[in-house]
């Protein structure tokens, strides 16, 4: 967390354990965020290649710039197109891995864009502000099938077809481009299964935000991509907050394992899991840090053959 960029970073100690960070290694931060893993690589004499889609992030990227110089290289881009920013900053492949996935507390509190139903602002949630479309636009042009989709794949929701008719409305009525206007209206959908914990708008929320930036396309392409930059006894390690992610990282992660060779530029290698199951966050950190508690750590590792 840095002056200005409001984030607490999730299981970091984890990580970096899991990451074994040695001096001179190279790593990828391929959400840099508020650059709490990165800093603690850089500390640790780790050279860090970090990559985000928000100007913000990469604003805040600065401080550490100034700090580690050119053992910190940041660039504005999508993690599925990893490999092109290591070649870029002159690198083939790496010695490890973050990837802390969703979204920052700086953009679901400070960052103006709709990511929160508790704030009125407009409901854009894109984490690239400068391409694609905003929910608003994005919801305006979908239909009914293709919003229920969403609804099913990215968040589980049942009756997915009766509350997407419900949630089209808003849009076909040009009700307020608005955040906590729409989270009002979602809360009177009666087709939405009542938890008593979770506020209705919560999932809704989500899946949405997950579509606006294509958010299950980039993390199966960048988890299958890995190949492609790591070499021997590479370590990954990925934080996921909900159970699609996760999901797909589980099933990527075994699918590595379950091949006997990954093969990659003339490169073999095979790969293991460094965590049987997934790791939580401490009971400490889950009491300190409520938003950490969603979070499940899965790990990787690349080793070479021959
Ligand atoms: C949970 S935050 C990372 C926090 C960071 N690890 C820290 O400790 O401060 C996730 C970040 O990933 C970025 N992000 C999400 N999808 C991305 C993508 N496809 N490519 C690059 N960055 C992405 C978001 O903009 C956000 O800043």
Redesign the pocket.
């Known amino acids: 967390m840095s002056q200005g960029y409001h984030?607490i970073?999730v299981m970091a100690d984890e990580a970096l354990e899991i990451l074994n960070v040695v001096s001179g290694g190279v790593y990828l931060d391929?959400?840099?965020?508020?650059?709490?893993?990165s800093e603690r690589i850089l500390e640790k004499g780790g050279r860090v290649i970090a990559?985000?889609?928000?100007d913000e992030?990469i604003e805040n990227a600065r401080r550490l710039k100034e700090r580690f110089g050119d053992r910190f290289s940041i660039f504005k881009?999508?993690?599925?197109e990893a490999f092109k920013f290591c070649r870029m900053a002159g690198v083939e492949r790496v010695d490890g891995v973050i990837a802390?996935?969703?979204?920052?507390s700086n953009?679901l509190e400070q960052s103006g864009r709709g990511f929160s139903f508790m704030r009125s602002e407009p409901l854009d949630m894109r984490?690239d502000r400068t391409a694609g479309r905003t929910a608003y636009e994005l919801l305006s042009e979908l239909s009914v099938e293709d919003i229920a989709y969403t609804l099913k794949t990215f968040a589980d929701i049942e009756r997915d077809t009766k509350v997407a008719g419900y949630l089209k409305e808003y849009f076909s009525k040009g009700m307020p481009n608005d955040a906590l206007s729409f989270a009002e209206y979602i809360r009177g959908c009666r087709f939405i299964k009542r938890n008593r914990r979770i506020d209705p708008a919560t999932r809704v929320f989500m899946a949405i935000r997950m579509l606006v930036?294509n958010?299950v396309d980039?993390l199966t392409t960048f988890l299958a991509r890995l190949p492609m930059i790591v070499k021997n006894d590479t370590r990954v390690v990925v934080i996921a907050f909900h159970s699609v992610e996760d999901r797909i990282v589980k099933n990527i992660f075994r699918k590595f394992v379950r091949q006997d060779l990954v093969e990659t530029e003339g490169i073999k290698l095979r790969a293991e899991l460094l965590i049987k199951k997934v790791i939580r966050p401490s009971e400490r950190e889950r009491r300190s840090n409520p938003r950490s508690r969603s979070a499940k750590m899965r790990a990787i590792r690349f080793l070479r053959i021959g």
Do not use: C, P, R, Y
Request: net charge negative.
């Open positions: 984030h970073t391929a959400t840099f965020g508020g650059g709490g893993h990559l985000d889609l928000d992030a881009g999508n993690f599925k802390d996935l969703g979204l920052s953009q984490f930036n958010e980039n």
